[in-house]
């Protein structure tokens, strides 16, 4: 079993639907990291949560240490969200683990 | 402007061959860390660094090697020793080690091996 796993693996949208994410995690995390990656290979850092919930624009994270679960939602999803979102706990001494990331297409 | 870089974008290399990939930073961050990413698969952790002159070997160093002599720099060798070097290599940095921080990623090397 992998100690991260993402859902779903794919996911197309129309613009302005709302969409949810989720992160699954078996390890014991100092901090979960969502990133996001563009099809040129760049990746960019969303959020990094250690409780509760995050919001950044359209973009919301939330985690649940207990359940060892988070989500990131997009409000309003825009043709430019199009990216592969990965999630990436972060376990002591500052070492992430990345899940293999949801491929997100959203069509206008 | 202050990031990190990697060159080249894209490298080609013979079989057997010893090939080093560039990795710089100007913000001034203690840790920087190689990760390798294959298709369908998440990254992986090669090397990572938390101060100059000190490294640490993550999940997959075999047949890599890396190098920490100035903070700003923190370049990957990937010798003939690594079996299936063909991938696509992030650096990344962070402002401190040891704790939760965000890291900063560059653009990526691909490397292809022929």
């Known amino acids: 079993k992998n100690e991260v796993e993402q859902s779903p693996q794919n996911l197309t949208a129309q613009e302005g639907e709302f969409i949810t994410i989720n992160c699954s995690y078996s390890v014991g995390i100092s901090a979960l990291h969502w990133l996001q990656q563009h099809p040129g290979g760049g990746i960019v850092s969303l959020f990094m949560l250690s409780s509760g919930k995050k919001k950044h624009g359209r973009l919301i994270a939330t985690i649940n240490i207990q359940e060892k679960h988070s989500s990131l939602h997009i409000t309003a999803s825009h043709p430019r969200d199009s990216a592969v979102y990965i999630c990436a706990p972060e376990t002591s001494g500052s070492r992430l683990t990345f899940g293999e990331g949801t491929q997100l297409t959203v069509n206008p | ?114």
């Open chain 2, 1 to 114: 402007d202050g990031g990190i870089t990697q060159s080249p974008k894209y490298l080609f290399r013979k079989e057997g061959q010893n090939v080093t990939l560039s990795c710089e930073q100007n913000l001034n961050h203690d840790a920087m860390y190689w990760y390798r990413q294959d298709p369908g698969q998440g990254l992986r952790l090669i090397y990572y660094s938390q101060i100059v002159n000190d490294f640490q070997k993550g999940d997959i160093a075999e047949g890599y090697s890396v190098s920490r002599e100035k903070k700003e720099s923190f370049p990957l060798t990937v010798t003939s020793a690594q079996k299936n070097p063909t991938a696509f290599y992030l650096c990344a940095s962070s402002f401190r080690a040891g704790g939760p921080d965000t890291q900063y990623f560059g653009p990526g090397t691909r490397l292809t091996v022929l």
